[in-house]
């Protein structure tokens, strides 16, 4: 019913940027939250930036000042802008949005495929 589909993830050299995608499509009534997290492997998945319906930020102390989150509710799509990208940044990203599907009562949790990024020192 519901899909999130993420793009621009790759292979960069420490200090360069990334910008990823994620598209929301669907039987979709409202988006509340969206937001990316990250796993790196052997490490647990993590929060990195969320953003809420009405645009308030949060993020993860390793990517403040490097990372910005944005979306277009327009579009159902939240974006991350990755700047000054480190070694320790390297994860697959997946992207997660709290969704109410047409017809629920309810919102659901829902997660994209992932994207790998990978920092080259």
């Known amino acids: 019913q519901v899909q999130l589909v993420e793009s621009g993830g790759g292979l960069v050299q420490a200090g360069g940027s990334l910008r990823l995608s994620c598209a929301a499509s669907?039987?979709?009534?409202?988006?509340?939250?969206m937001g990316w997290y990250r796993q790196a492997p052997g490490k647990q998945r993590e929060l990195v930036a969320r953003?809420?319906?009405?645009?308030?930020?949060n993020y993860a102390d390793s990517v403040k000042g490097r990372f910005t989150i944005s979306r277009d509710n327009a579009k159902n799509t939240v974006y991350l802008q990755m700047d000054s990208l480190k070694p320790e940044d390297t994860a697959v990203y997946y992207c997660?949005?709290?969704?109410?599907?047409?017809?629920?009562?309810?919102?659901?949790?829902?997660w994209g495929q992932g994207t790998q990024v990978t920092v080259s020192s």
């Open positions: 997660n949005a709290i969704i109410q599907v047409v017809a629920a009562g309810y919102h659901g949790s829902y």
């Open positions: 669907g039987n979709i009534f409202s988006i509340n939250a």
């Open positions: 953003i809420n319906s009405g645009g308030i930020t």
